[in-house]
């Protein structure tokens, strides 16, 4: 079954507006990391969490860690229309080969 | 950054055929290569995990004897699709992790579409 749930699957926003993805595990992660792929494109790495409670800023993106290391969010703040794509979490369990466990991901749409 | 190739980056093939897909890490030693399938607008599906001269670890529902998977060096693997057929239609992508246990982090191939007609 999904090891690490998504939401939302979709989110559509006008220029300018906020957007918040969620990620939830059922297990503890080691660390979480993101990914945005744009349409046609491949994954492209974003960032990596690893403390509880952690947060991130890259420009207007806020990262969180939960504090018991089971849930993320990813946070735009005032969205462009290049911040378009599919943005996964992906959950590290600690295994000594590295598996990642990828959510469903949230397609973002932006409107000008 | 460090960069992951895959080649080619699109194939189309008759039902049947085999083909076989590289994925090259240029400049780092990847340790452990992984290899995923994405259906459109669905997320990654991990087939298989490969480390550099051991068999390669598959998940569960995907057939080794159809989804072959080398790892030779720690800067190649391939994965050969073989008999390929319609359902086998798929982006597949790559990834690689570094050998350096401080970079944690795994680096993504551009992808090869296969198209099976």
């Known amino acids: 079954g999904q090891q690490v749930m998504q939401i939302p699957q979709y989110q559509h926003v006008q220029e300018g507006e906020d957007f918040t993805t969620y990620c939830n595990s059922s297990t503890t992660l080691s660390n979480i990391q993101w990914y945005k792929q744009r349409p046609g494109g491949h994954p492209v790495f974003l960032i990596q969490l690893v403390k509880s409670g952690e947060v991130k800023k890259q420009k207007r993106l806020t990262f969180q860690f939960g504090e018991a290391k089971k849930n993320s969010s990813l946070h735009i703040t005032a969205t462009q229309t290049t911040d378009v794509g599919t943005y996964f979490c992906?959950?590290?369990?600690?295994?000594?080969?590295?598996?990642?466990?990828f959510g469903r991901g949230t397609q973002l749409t932006v409107w000008p | 950054g460090a960069v992951v190739s895959q080649h080619p980056s699109w194939v189309i093939c008759k039902s049947g055929t085999s083909v076989k897909i590289e994925c090259r890490s240029l400049?780092?030693?990847?340790?452990?290569m992984f290899w995923y399938r994405q259906f459109p607008k669905q997320s990654l599906m991990l087939m298989a995990t490969s480390n550099e001269g051991s068999k390669a670890t598959y998940e569960q529902g995907v057939e080794k004897d159809k989804f072959l998977i080398n790892h030779a060096s720690l800067t190649l693997s391939t994965l050969t699709v073989t008999s390929a057929h319609p359902e086998d239609s798929s982006f597949y992508i790559c990834?690689?992790?570094?050998?350096?246990?401080?970079?944690?982090?795994?680096?993504f191939g551009p992808g090869t579409r296969l198209t099976v007609l």
């Open positions: 400049d780092f030693q990847a340790t452990t």
């Open positions: 992906a959950g590290d369990r600690g295994s000594t080969l590295g598996r990642l466990y």
């Open positions: 990834s690689a992790r570094d050998w350096d246990p401080s970079a944690d982090t795994q680096y």
